[in-house]
């Protein structure tokens, strides 16, 4: 019933005028400007906020469009840094062209983590679905290798294989790894991954006790009260919280910018009391900022690509005192 609602409000939204997918939009996308993106900082910051930049985009079909992805970002680190914020970069590996042309696409990757490890800055390779597990993964790995430690990767709880992937970065990386876990936006197979609300929290759940068990430094992106309340009693029963150092013998280096071992990570326009509420308890918390003249074309496969948000949307708009930004 839910899914057949939630489906209806986006067919119906994708069918509208741009204009009207933009009100949707503005919520959630800060602009088509890197400006625009520097303005919600400012704002954000009062709150206590930090921060993580997504440059809109979508799937490329050329090394040229790579280049704009590299060019952009780098204009983001010199924003950040020009305005003192604290922030840190999310990008999609396959925006830098890995899928076209692996080592160009490398190379590209390699350019933009260089120059945020030259200013402390950290970058979290986005997760997109599961045809790109493994690269985005072995992404993360090389850049490891060559020294660039500033580098993290997302994981989804959804997918069966998670629990192993963070067995197999702990093995490579130790307390070096720095997760964003999250539920996961893409709707995955049945045979790779739980497509259920409830066993996808559970999964999550066991994921965020694994990351923090191996020592790992954890962004918990979440809007969902069962997953927040798991990590809080996580962190509690690990003697980990707001304003302490990180008490796991095993925990990785201490790092510029960052929490006693984790973090809040929400998405710009969702939850925002909540959000303040972490953060007025002390807790660490991020906000995901997304910007570019790509918004349109983001916003609409977002839709398709996960009809359920459908729910979100018109939850936004019936009930907007849920949902605050
Ligand atoms: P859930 O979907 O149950 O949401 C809980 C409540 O939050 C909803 O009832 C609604 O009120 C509100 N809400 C959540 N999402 C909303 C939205 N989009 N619009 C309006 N309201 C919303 N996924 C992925 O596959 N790869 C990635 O790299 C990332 N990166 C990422 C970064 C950050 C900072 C966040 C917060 C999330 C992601 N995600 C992601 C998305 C993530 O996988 C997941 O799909 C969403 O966070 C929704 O799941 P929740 O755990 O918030 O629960």
């Known amino acids: 019933m839910v899914g057949r609602f939630s489906r209806m409000v986006v067919a119906m939204t994708i069918r509208m005028p741009r204009w ?7 919520r959630y996308v800060a602009g088509s400007k890197l400006d625009d993106a520097v303005k919600v900082m400012h704002r ?7 921060f993580t ?8 079909s050329s090394m040229e469009e790579a280049t704009f992805f590299l060019e952009e970002y780098k204009r983001v680190v010199t924003a950040i840094i020009d305005n003192d914020f604290d922030s840190n970069l999310s990008i999609k590996p396959t925006a830098f062209g890995l899928l076209l042309d692996r080592e160009k696409g490398m ?7 260089r120059m945020a490890h030259g200013h ?5 390779l986005d997760m997109e679905d599961h045809r790109v597990t493994d690269d985005t993964i072995q992404v993360m790995l090389e850049m490891h290798e060559k020294g660039l430690t500033n580098v993290g990767v997302v994981l989804q709880g959804r997918l069966f294989r998670t629990l192993d992937d963070i067995r197999n970065i702990t093995q490579k990386l130790g307390p070096n790894a720095d997760y964003r876990i999250c539920k996961g936006i893409y709707l995955e197979p049945s045979e790779i991954s739980h497509t259920d609300r409830q066993p996808i929290i ?3 759940n066991q994921c965020i006790d694994a990351m923090l068990d191996a020592g790992s430094y954890v962004g918990i992106a979440s809007h969902d009260h ?6 809080l009693a996580a962190l509690e029963k690990r003697s980990m919280g707001p304003n302490s150092v ?4 095993n925990a990785g280096p201490e790092r510029r910018q960052k929490g006693p071992g984790y973090e809040f990570q929400m998405l710009l326009g969702v939850r925002g009391p909540l959000r303040r509420k972490l953060r007025a308890k002390g807790h660490r918390t991020r906000v995901y900022i997304p910007y570019g003249e790509k918004w349109y074309e983001y916003s609409i496969r977002r839709l398709k690509e996960n009809p359920t948000i459908g729910t979100q949307v018109a939850k936004a708009f019936l009930m907007p005192w849920t949902n605050r930004p």
């Open 226 to 231: 069962p997953v927040i309340n798991h990590t």
């Open 246 to 249: 990180d008490p796991r013998e």
């Open 120 to 124: 402390d800055m950290f970058v979290r």
């Open 20 to 26: 009207f997918v933009g009100w949707v939009s503005r």
């Open 44 to 50: 954000l910051s009062k709150e206590g906020a930090c």
């Open 202 to 204: 559970d999964a999550t």
């Open 107 to 113: 190379e590209n990757i390699e350019n933009l983590v």
């Open 53 to 60: 930049i997504d440059v809109l985009g979508e799937e490329i």
